[in-house]
């Protein structure tokens, strides 16, 4: 079954221990983006990357790392969490050149 | 500045009666639109996307929405609510350069 997949789907952390959230993809999608939801903000885009070592910033980048060292995955890794890092995440990839992204289940994160 | 504005962020319908669910963008360009749905605790699901072919785009679970340029909207529509159709809807608007603006969601409550 083609999908994103996304773990853990629930987290709580406290601030400054780093964490590392996994996404992965089966479909062989160039493009994969990090967002996060927050209420009354929609989705903003933390991270994206185009391909396999290729990574940019999005619109709200500060406090997150990513990486891209395979085609299938790209964690996003937050090195010293903060309470406002409080969010739901959600990973989304697609095709080069294609609109229509996929999205995985998303990953409800609380920061204490 | 190109964005997208969901005009409610909350609506609330009874069961059997029709849903509006309304999405302004503005744009100098010809975007290519989207409404994503998303139920509690899953991830983003496409539920329609406008990409310059019919004006009046038929999506899943019986939504449409309809493209008019000259109202700058692509307001989603279904006729007949369901209590399955209870989720957040968000509308996306995407420019040439695959660039995603996205809306802050709309709450949608279907009362029995």
């Known amino acids: 079954e083609a999908q994103v997949t996304q773990n853990p789907r629930y987290l709580i952390t406290v601030t400054g221990k780093k964490l590392t959230v996994t996404c992965s993809q089966n479909m062989n999608h160039e493009y994969m983006s990090w967002y996060r939801q927050d209420p009354g903000l929609g989705l903003r885009q933390i991270y994206y990357s185009m391909n396999v070592e290729v990574t940019d910033k999005g619109d709200v980048p500060e406090g997150y790392k990513v990486s891209r060292k395979e085609k299938r995955n790209f964690p996003l890794i937050l090195e010293s969490p903060s309470p406002n890092q409080t969010s739901l995440y959600f990973c989304?990839?697609?095709?080069?050149?294609?609109?229509?992204?996929?999205f995985g289940p998303g990953t409800r994160l609380l920061v204490l | 500045a190109q964005s997208v504005t969901q005009l409610d962020s909350h609506v609330s319908v009874s069961e059997g009666t029709p849903v509006l669910l309304r999405c302004n963008y503005s744009?100098?360009?010809?975007?290519?639109l989207f409404w994503y749905v998303q139920h509690p605790n899953k991830g983003l699901q496409l539920l329609l996307k406008y990409t310059s072919a019919a004006t009046l785009v038929k999506g899943i679970n019986g939504f449409e929405a309809e493209f008019k340029k000259s109202e700058t909207s692509f307001h989603l529509t279904k006729p007949s609510a369901h209590m399955s159709d209870a989720a957040e809807y968000v509308c996306?608007?995407?420019?040439?350069?695959?660039?995603?603006?996205w809306g802050a969601g709309t709450k949608l409550i279907i009362k029995p």
């Open positions: 744009s100098s360009y010809s975007p290519s």
């Open positions: 989304a990839s697609r095709l080069a050149g294609q609109e229509t992204q996929y």
């Open positions: 996306v608007v995407s420019y040439s350069n695959y660039q995603l603006i």
